[in-house]
Nanobody
């Protein structure tokens, strides 16, 4: 069982930055690909970014490419999402997930409780 706890969400003005963190309670953290998904009110959960177990491969949704950066520190069992140049349309709950990898929610076995990001115009 893997427990994931996100932090770092909040309210920010358009053009600002936030850094989300997701801490995992498992000794096997480095075996999992990690990902971030977003879910806006009334919408389905959507892929944002993913990173391979070693950190060597990163993948992004087109909507965040060039603005968001995913990274991980396997010594701290933590994955990060640096969000720059935020836009009002980035407003959503952000969830981290652990699993085999990919862009679909079905590829991830473990989920955090989410952290809210609100971008004001």
């Amino acid at each position: 069982q893997v427990q994931l706890v996100e932090s770092g969400g909040g309210l920010v003005q358009a053009g600002g930055s936030l850094r989300l963190s997701c801490a995992a309670s498992t000794r096997t953290f480095s075996r999992y690909a990690m990902a971030w998904f977003q879910q806006a009110p009334g919408k389905e959960r959507e892929f944002v970014a993913a990173i391979g177990w070693s950190g060597g491969g990163t993948y992004y949704a087109d909507s965040v490419k060039g603005r968001f950066t995913i990274s991980r520190d396997n010594t701290k069992n933590t994955v990060y999402l640096q969000m720059n140049s935020l836009r009002p349309e980035d407003t959503a709950d952000y969830y981290c997930a652990a699993g085999p990898g990919g862009r679909s929610t079905v590829n991830y076995d473990y989920w955090g409780q989410g952290t809210q990001v609100t971008v004001s115009s």
